[in-house]
């Protein structure tokens, strides 16, 4: 890591209900997945957001932890959580390196 | 089509309805009403409008019987008759729908959508129901972004709410009138038929757009599973009905313990076969605003639920956590 970091405040891209997977996407493709390509500690910080849908974390992170495994997690910070962003975001890092198994998908 | 509003068609009395809707021409549409009484849930009126809708949108002929039924004003206020394109034969003075009701409302791209959260509290008076408002939130938005994103809706998606004083909760129907699960579901999995395509929709981490586990970057498959669970903590209905089939959460009963599963076989349920044919998808759902579990509650449980699945498989190694500052 370089020590140099982004903070991205989250409140003023997506406001108090962060459910846009758009802007999810474009903070994952303009911010967090090239910082973590330079070695940046990104800081994603929550602060007035009072909730999240699992999908606009899982847009927001997950493909992150796809292309580093959970090793993503060295470079992810997540600042100013209530307890139900926190719990969402733990939801979605579990799952990202236990996947659920249970269901019978033809492509492996 | 045919379709015919009863004097009452409710989630846990919905399946009379469905089972009556005549889908022998989907080249017309012809409505009826009962003539003494019209009550009706939010997902009957989203599927009729998201239909009539998708007719205009053909040039197909709707026809509408003229109604009596002393509930007309609500339906003109509903909007049902705007999406028919057709007459009421009345009028009514249009009242603000703050705290009653959210009118049928048609979105088709993102920002309608996120407008539409932002507005759809206030219009429910939910500010003394913060964690409710933000259930109520997270359900519009996980089932109108599953329309705008994988139903190929050439009409969007169709939704309205409706709080019922007597009950103390909050209706919501959502449909489109787009491929329907089974074509959408197909895309990365081997699907016989609706009712296999139901429950691999309701299944965590199942997914159209991918057969790999975890999802896409955009997609991880869990937006159904997490409604169905918003219902479920809060012992009411959910229903989703697409194609020939339709999967009905029953209500958990007061005093017994809520257990969420990954397998949508092991909620309480009933799986209606051979009902005629839906082009698209329509889900209904309850929320109530008295209930106890919190929603911090329910996303611990959803956690569990991932958790199980998880060992049961191979997991063996610790799963490394996200840090919190």
């Known amino acids: 890591m370089t020590g140099e970091y982004v903070t991205v405040m989250l409140f003023e891209l997506v406001g108090e209900f962060a459910e846009d997977k758009n802007k999810a996407k474009e903070i994952r493709e303009g911010t967090i997945l090239p910082a973590i390509e330079e070695g940046r500690l990104v800081v994603l910080d929550f602060d007035k957001v009072n909730s999240a849908t699992q999908s606009f974390i899982h847009a927001l992170i997950s493909e992150a932890m796809r292309r580093k495994g959970a090793s993503a997690l060295d470079f992810l910070r997540f600042k100013n959580c209530n307890s139900i962003v926190r719990e969402i975001i733990s939801i979605v890092v579990e799952y990202m390196q236990a996947p659920p198994q249970s269901h019978n998908g033809n492509g492996g | 089509m045919k ?21 022998s021409n989907p080249d017309c549409l012809e409505i009826t009403f009962n003539n003494r009484w019209v009550s009706a849930h939010p997902l009957t009126l989203s599927m009729v409008a998201s239909l009539g809708l998708s ?72 500010d003394k129901h913060p964690e409710q408002a933000d259930a109520i939130k997270y359900v519009v938005s996980e089932l109108v972004r599953n329309v705008l994103e994988h139903a190929s809706s050439s009409t969007g998606s169709v939704v309205c709410a409706q709080y019922f004083n007597k009950t103390n909760r909050v209706s919501i129907g959502v449909a489109d009138a787009g491929a329907g699960i089974l074509t959408t579901i197909s895309k990365a999995h081997e699907v016989a038929s609706d009712v296999e395509a139901l429950k691999l929709a309701l299944t965590p981490g199942v997914t159209g757009t991918t057969a790999r586990p975890g999802g896409t970057e955009a997609n991880a498959g869990a937006g159904l599973f997490f409604v169905k669970s918003i219902a479920k903590i809060n012992r009411e209905f959910f229903l989703i009905y697409s194609g020939n089939a339709a999967y009905k959460l029953k209500k958990t009963p007061a005093g017994k313990r809520i257990a969420l599963f990954g397998e949508p076989d092991r909620d309480a349920h009933s799986m209606m076969q051979g009902l005629p044919y839906w082009q698209g998808t329509a889900v209904g759902i309850d929320i109530a605003l008295g209930q106890t579990q919190s929603f911090q509650q329910l996303l611990a449980m959803i956690r569990d639920v991932y958790r199980l699945d998880s060992a049961r498989d191979k997991m063996k190694t610790k799963l490394r956590r996200a840090t919190f500052i």
């Open chain 2, 3 to 23: 379709i015919h509003f009863p004097n009452s068609a409710f989630l846990g009395n919905i399946d009379p309805f469905l089972k009556s809707i005549d889908a």
């Open chain 2, 55 to 126: 007719l205009r949108q053909r040039n197909a002929r709707i026809t509408c019987e003229p109604i009596v039924a002393p509930s007309r004003n609500y339906l003109i206020r509903m909007g049902l008759f705007d999406f028919l394109g057709q007459d009421p034969g009345a009028t009514v003075t249009a009242r603000e729908p703050a705290g009653r009701f959210i009118p049928l409302t048609n979105i088709t791209d993102d920002r309608e959508l996120s407008r539409f959260i932002q507005e759809l509290a206030p219009l429910l008076h939910l």
